[in-house]
């Protein structure tokens, strides 16, 4: 073995770095394949090492080791993004953080811990003790507090409490990538440099989440003849402040028909609604539902939440997953859709469209304003139909984040990426953590 591995072993540990090449493939991989655009582009990349630190202290001699090496470093939690946000683009030092998963305090309204904590489990302790997370990804059982931080954005709860950046995460602590490490605290504006940042502008290694008083929440899907009605009631539902709310999902038929596990409560050619609404609130649902023909088809008890079957696992970008175990032929995009016109976007992408593209919709908030959020499936022709469909979309006022590109500014972080470029350049001033992640900084390098 080469130097550098041993140099590696002597900090780590011989049993916590990996250099079998399957091994490597398998923890250089994320869910990227939802898209064939990106499977063409990242299916070969590969880290040389995979780490796996316990404490910081030995996340800071792994970086100034790779500083001075001149070795870039891409970090990951649990793989459940599907952006590649945590592939290797040239190889190097993956830092695998799952052991770092201790609840650190949980004190009232919020909780610390560390990245490679998974975020079930931090609902399940926070639940023990009458709290729970404002905000969570439809993966939370395997999805870290750290992934979610570097790579996500909003999921269960965002009905309520809005995305990561409207105040649910509170504080994070952070590694710079320089020969001697710096730790840095981070709260306030300066923490939109790191959060959704794909681990570009630093390490994070703490973080302390924003929560909330727990709520019997009650689980059940709402079906409608029309998907008109389904929208117009999920919208009646998010814009009602009388009753809780922490989930509201809007799928269009075939799409339930993916959903294999719910078939014996799943009407044929019914769009539905998935909701996990206050439990002593499900009388006002279930008569706001009927005044649009909506029929209950399963109710799940408060007292079973979270124990068998979740039906979030059939939210968000479950969807996809779940077309794709039909064997469709299918991918997805990502659009925020205009509350004041919605409808009348979705009737001219469904007059051009038809059955390439199926509507589903996971309402939220974003900074106070409630916004039709979608995923929709699309049918996969080719990457230029892909991008046509995208460009019909932003011409009828759809903003599209794009999920098609491995680029953080191209996937919907623009407004952003000046700030976080400026930051990593202090952070990170040899360009060596995550590289290939920010196209401005692509493109500077090649020039």
């Not at 796996?52 to 001149?70: G, M, R, T």
């Not at 003790?129 to 507090?145: G, M």
């Not at 959903?259 to 909701?275: A, M, R, Y």
């Amino acid at each position: 073995m080469n130097d550098f591995y041993e140099k590696l072993i002597s900090l780590l540990g011989e049993g916590n770095v990996i250099v079998d090449l399957p091994m490597r493939k398998q923890l250089s991989k994320d869910f990227y394949w939802y898209s064939p655009v990106l499977t063409d582009m990242l299916e070969d990349k590969i880290a040389d090492y995979i780490v796996k630190p316990s404490n910081e202290e030995e996340i800071k001699s792994i970086l100034s080791l790779a500083v001075q090496n001149k070795i870039p470093v891409t970090i990951r939690g649990a793989g459940t993004g599907n952006y590649g946000q945590i592939i290797p683009m040239n190889g190097g030092i993956l830092i695998d953080t799952t052991r770092m998963n201790k609840i650190i305090q949980i004190n009232e309204g919020c909780v610390r811990v560390e990245p490679g904590t998974k975020l079930g489990v931090i609902e399940k302790r926070l639940r023990e003790q009458d709290q729970e997370l404002c905000i969570y990804p439809s993966t939370f059982i395997k999805a870290t507090a750290g992934g979610f931080v570097s790579g996500g954005s909003g999921g269960i709860g965002s009905i309520t409490w809005g995305n990561l950046w409207d105040g649910n995460v509170l504080e994070l602590r952070v590694i710079t990538m320089e020969e001697t490490p710096r730790t840095l605290t981070i709260r306030g504006e300066d923490m939109m440099n790191y959060i959704h940042s794909y681990g570009t502008t630093g390490i994070i290694t703490e973080i302390v989440y924003r929560t909330t008083k727990s709520v019997e929440w009650l689980q059940c899907i709402v079906s409608f003849s029309t998907l008109e009605s389904s929208l117009i009631f999920s919208e009646k539902l998010a814009k009602e402040l009388t009753i809780k709310k922490r989930s509201i999902s809007t799928c269009e038929w075939p799409i339930p028909s993916y959903f294999q596990p719910l078939q014996s409560v799943i009407e044929p050619e019914k769009h539905i609604v998935i909701l996990e609404v206050e439990e002593c609130s499900f009388e006002l649902v279930k008569e706001l539902a009927s005044d649009y023909h909506g029929t209950v088809t399963i109710e799940i008890p408060s007292s079973k939440y979270h124990k068998g079957i979740r039906l979030s696992d059939f939210t968000w970008n479950h969807t996809t997953l779940w077309a794709l175990k039909a064997n469709e032929k299918m991918t997805y995009l990502q659009g925020s859709f205009s509350l004041d016109k919605y409808l009348e976007q979705i009737k001219l992408i469904k007059e051009k469209y038809k059955d390439e593209f199926y509507n589903h919709f996971d309402w939220m908030r974003s900074k106070g304003e409630l916004i039709p959020q979608q995923i929709p499936l699309v049918r996969y022709k080719t990457k230029e139909h892909l991008y046509e469909m995208i460009s019909f979309c932003e011409s009828i006022g759809v903003k599209i984040f794009d999920p098609h590109t491995s680029l953080l500014e191209e996937g919907g972080w623009e407004a952003y990426i000046d700030s976080v470029v400026q930051k990593k350049s202090e952070n990170d001033p040899h360009g060596l953590l995550n590289p290939g992640k920010i196209g401005v900084i692509n493109d500077l390098v090649k020039g």
